[in-house]
């Protein structure tokens, strides 16, 4: 779930609990791992990783849940320390 505010968190969470099936900037999984070769190769691949940390350091959030609840693997401590909280 990608907030900027906790009036945000609340909307969002709210939007959850009344069984909304889409709800913007939220991305869900059925928490199984995909195991697809393109994965495995995404989350292998120098050149890959790199894209992921420039999405970090741009704030590109939503890019990376997407493809982590894919079962893309992100390293998120990249994330701290960036100025900024899920923005």
Do not use: H
């Amino acid at each position: 779930m990608v907030v900027r505010s906790v009036g945000e968190l609340e909307e969002k969470l709210q939007g959850i609990v009344a069984g909304k099936e889409e709800v913007e900037g939220v991305y869900r999984a059925q928490g199984k791992k995909n195991t697809s070769e393109g994965m495995r190769l995404f989350s292998s691949d120098e050149d890959m990783q790199e894209a992921v940390g420039k999405w970090m350091e741009k704030g590109k959030y939503g890019k990376l849940l997407g493809l982590w609840v894919r079962g893309a693997e992100v390293e998120w401590g990249g994330c701290m320390g960036r100025g900024s909280r899920g923005g």
